[in-house]
């Protein structure tokens, strides 16, 4: 790419920067929780319209997503919950395309009063950029069509079809980009700006969502030394789910990109719900676990060993019989490797370092990323990589203002360098 | 009493007995559960009101409980929440005065797979009532009018007044009968046939409920074991509150009547809810706790321990700070004892043996009892005596039929001796 071309892209990025944040801001303001998406979808698909793109939007189909092996199954109704997809179309198609995407979707904001403002308010202080989602990740949805336009502003028409995907599900199923991939969208390469401090997605892990639930045989608190208590009984199944937890962290040796991890396998006892009375003693005691498992581990392995675990606690720590049934109430998902040597990595690294003057750095990540989707499933090289974050899922998320525009120029000139460019 | 009386009571008994346990079921098979008591009481008035008792019905009203010291605090609307009390007025009143007490509500059935049956179905199956709230307390309540009956049908007519109380309340705050103390209720003696194994509680424990709110600062599973997690967080704190528990219990020696439990104060881990999505360490979790205390203690006495070991917390096991804040939302209860030598112990114990041909046996209970109400705040001797039952609080709770007409007919010869009697 010409120095001339890549400094008038930054340029243009920096031009419409006010209006990035702007609209970022727009959106975090909009709730996106699980199947409350719409408003936000509406928004985006405005954006992409106006943009002059081929409009696509479509509910999710739980029943044809569920004949896929990388489906994640769902305890909500899909009625009303669409992805969006814009796809611009080059007047000669002569490079590579691409597949720009990111999730709308956002995971709750917890209890309100310990946020230190509305987390659907999105200011920006001392050059953060608050709310929920923001970080996680709007601002990576927004720098798609920002980066975007800075190539056409900046006189330049890219040469291969890209598609605008917001997507849903991604904070629970990975349904949402599983949906698009089934729909048959597909490209040379796949850019997902996640929050991921400047740096770029090596690996990362699978994940698995299930429900736990513990029964055993209740009595009058009067009794209660003789008798079970399945919120204790809980804890003790955690017990032996923790235990399979340690023994894969003691296999990361034998994980390629896990080696040097400390904790690469994090057990997340998500959430408890227990007991009827506070005079009984509880009967029943439900947990939803998040469990990560490897890449190159199926889910049907990792499961087979969770339930397995499970299956063996026949009794509680006392002695009392008890039952402990897993139910898979979400994420069933491998985690996938970014195989190095790829031509869209090079390139990438090429745009990363002449906007941040320091090397692409990539890292291994214990979470779930919907980049397992297109690598394991389309065999697209995927790229996961964007801003600078701090406290996603927690209090008071927020996005380096900084790492955001600078993400947008190296996706901008990505686009630029990966697609090719005709003047416009 | 003649002889001659006490077995026309007795045969009296007999001879209702088939009806007596077909309301017995009727009442069962209104799901009387906490605010939901209506029908059941609806049930009750037109019975009282069929035996001519002069009909009483009222709402209860919490700010005017709140202002007795015996007051549970009430997380529910008293809207429609009433008192039924039918009272006997004897043509002429020679002898001594009677409450006859029982509550209407029922705790929760919990998951109703666990039952064997509908826990709204009342079938007899070999020698047992079966049903939630057969045992606690419908069969003693349905005792106390065919018991009234059996005198009456002896050809008896009682000659002080009796009170038929039906109060809501008792499994969660004992509002029901201490506002019926407060509407002025009073009597020369109290009996409340809760099931009791035949025996009569001598003591029994205070019970204060309280929820525990554990809250501090979430991450992202990815970083989770720098953080905290508020599950984790509430099992250290009821680990604090089980160190009281174990104190408390140490010090059995120094309470009379608690000497010879082997574990007389248990505090129930009754209900837990934490957390709000699998993949977002929990930031909050809220335990519901039913906490014993002896006779003697005051509940302000007791709170203060709760609430200082509580206070006493200001981080998890891990080390992060956190908070647990406990608020009272039911039970703020003394224990009573019924000093032994009252007239009216002598008068039970005459009545038991004659039917069940064997001394009457008290014994120390660690649980609550509406008895409280009437021996702390109305001086009045409360004899707490019935049935057998099996899983009150728990699955497959039932009542022993034959234990049913047996206490019928003690009960009925207590009211003949104690309120002394006039030909009908």
Same mark, same amino acid.
């Given at each position: 790419m010409h120095a001339d071309d890549a400094r008038r892209i930054c340029d243009a990025v920096d031009a419409a920067f006010d209006a990035q944040l702007e609209l970022t801001a727009e959106l975090v303001r909009h709730p996106s929780l699980r199947t409350r998406e719409g408003s936000a979808q509406d928004l985006l698909y405005a954006e992409m319209e106006r943009r002059g793109f081929a409009m696509d939007r479509w509910e999710l189909d739980a029943a044809q997503l569920s004949e896929h092996v990388g489906y994640g199954p769902s305890t909500v109704s899909y009625e009303g919950v669409t992805n969006v997809v814009g796809t611009y179309r080059p007047t000669e198609h002569t490079g590579r395309s691409l597949i720009l995407n990111g999730h709308v979707d956002v995971v709750p904001e917890g209890p309100e009063e310990a946020w230190s403002r509305s987390p659907w308010d999105a200011p920006v202080i001392d050059g953060w950029l608050h709310g929920r989602g923001s970080g996680d990740m709007k601002a990576g949805l927004v720098a798609n069509l920002f980066a975007f336009d800075a190539v056409r502003a900046a006189g330049l028409s890219p040469a291969a079809p890209i598609h605008f995907q917001s997507v849903v599900e991604e904070e629970c199923t990975g349904n949402g980009s599983l949906s698009a991939l089934m729909r048959g969208y597909t490209a040379d390469a796949v850019v997902i700006p996640e929050p991921e401090e400047d740096m770029l997605v090596r690996a990362n892990t699978g994940v698995i969502w299930f429900t736990v639930r513990v029964a055993g045989v209740p009595t009058h608190p009067r009794e209660m030394s003789s008798g079970f208590n399945a919120i204790d009984a809980a804890h003790h199944v955690m017990g032996e789910l923790r235990r399979v937890e340690e023994r894969w962290n003691a296999e990361r040796g034998s994980h390629r990109h896990f080696?040097?991890?400390?904790? +690469?396998i994090n057990f997340n006892l998500g959430t408890i719900r227990g007991g009827d009375? +506070? @005079? @009984?003693? +509880?009967a029943w005691c439900e947990i939803e676990v998040r469990a990560a498992l490897y890449p190159g581990v199926t889910a049907d392995q990792a499961w087979e060993e969770l339930t397995g675990a499970l299956e063996s606690v026949t009794s509680d720590a006392q002695g009392h019989p008890i039952s402990a049934v897993a139910t898979r109430t979400g994420f069933y998902a491998e985690g996938y490797v970014l195989e190095e040597g790829s031509e869209a990595e090079a390139v990438l690294a090429r745009s990363h370092e002449r906007v941040f003057g320091s090397e692409l750095r990539s890292f291994t990540t214990p979470g779930y990323l919907d980049g397992r989707v297109f690598t394991l499933y389309g065999d697209i090289p995927t790229l996961v990589y964007g801003p600078v974050s701090e406290a996603i899922h927690g209090f008071d998320e927020r996005v380096e203002v900084e790492s955001v525009r600078r993400i947008t120029k190296s996706i901008a000139l990505f686009i630029a360098d990966w697609c090719g460019t005709a003047q416009a």
């Open positions: 080696e040097d991890l400390d904790h +690469p009375w +506070p @005079s @009984s003693v +509880p």
